[in-house]
T-cell receptor
Framework: AQKVTQAQTEISVVEKEDVTLDCVYE???????LFWYKQPPSGELVFLIR??????QNEISGRYSWNFQKSTSSFNFTITASQVVDSAVYFC???????????????FGRGTSLIVHP | DGGITQSPKYLFRKEGQNVTLSCEQN?????MYWYRQDPGQGLRLIYY???????QKGDIAEGYSVSREKKESFPLTVTSAQKNPTAFYLC???????????????FGDGTRLSIL
């Protein structure tokens, strides 16, 4: 069965600090996909990034970067020079390509609440 | 703009009352999902539907019911059997079976349900 663990429940930083949100996953599938979503106070989950299991290249998008390491089953998310607008709950999710019955049901972590203080 | 619309944004339920949360999408997605979010619990799957006129129970389906008569619509009814309905409810959609495992889900703004 697939599982996603976000061990950090809440992180509090001061603006301009760098912060890393951890995500550890478990899966028996050889093909899978990992996602990060942001949930601002408005409530809607916003998709940030997808990574497939065959692509371990790290990715950078502005102040955001992602570090995917299959050896440690981790897909960590770093925000550089954090800003107050980054305050949100961040979810990591896993989707297996070969689930039983062919259903596409992603598994979400419990989320990490990031609070950025001015 | 394409997206998912949930209504109402806030809903109050009296004891013994059933209430229905609306979810509409114009993304032409086959699959739709309902999640419940409680503080510190993450997202828990209530029901999902991969195709019109078919739906499956998720992890916490007791006390809830759904219908999928149209591709665009997936309403969720919180019945009086759900003894602790106070939560934030999120509807999502995606491409569905066979095509969907590598695609992100699209989410609505959510409905916050409280007990009067």
């Amino acid at each position: 069965a697939q599982k996603v663990t976000q061990a950090q429940t809440e992180i509090s930083v001061v603006e301009k600090e760098d912060v890393t949100l951890d995500c550890v996953y478990e899966t028996r599938d050889t093909t899978y996909y990992l996602f990060w979503y942001k949930q601002p106070p408005s409530g809607e989950l916003v998709f940030l990034i997808r990574r497939n299991s065959f692509d371990e290249q790290n990715e950078i998008s502005g102040r955001y970067s992602w570090n995917f390491q299959k050896s440690t089953s981790s897909f960590n998310f770093t925000i550089t020079a954090s800003q107050v607008v980054d305050s949100a709950v961040y979810f990591c999710a896993l989707s297996e390509a070969h689930t039983s019955g062919g259903s596409y049901i992603p598994t979400f972590g419990r989320g990490t609440s990031l609070i950025v203080h001015p | 703009d394409g997206g998912i619309t949930q209504s109402p944004k806030y809903l109050f339920r009296k004891e013994g009352q059933n209430v229905t949360l609306s979810c509409e999408q114009n993304l032409n997605h086959d699959a739709m999902y309902w999640y419940r979010q409680d503080p510190g619990q993450g997202l828990r799957l209530i029901y999902y539907s991969q195709i019109v006129n078919d739906f499956q129970k998720g992890d916490i389906a007791e006390g809830y019911s759904v219908s999928r008569e149209k591709k665009e619509s997936f309403p969720l009814t919180v019945t009086s059997a759900q003894k602790n309905p106070t939560a934030f409810y999120l509807c999502a959609s995606g491409p569905g079976t066979g095509q969907g495992s590598n695609q992100p889900q699209h989410f609505g703004d959510g409905t916050r349900l409280s007990i009067l």
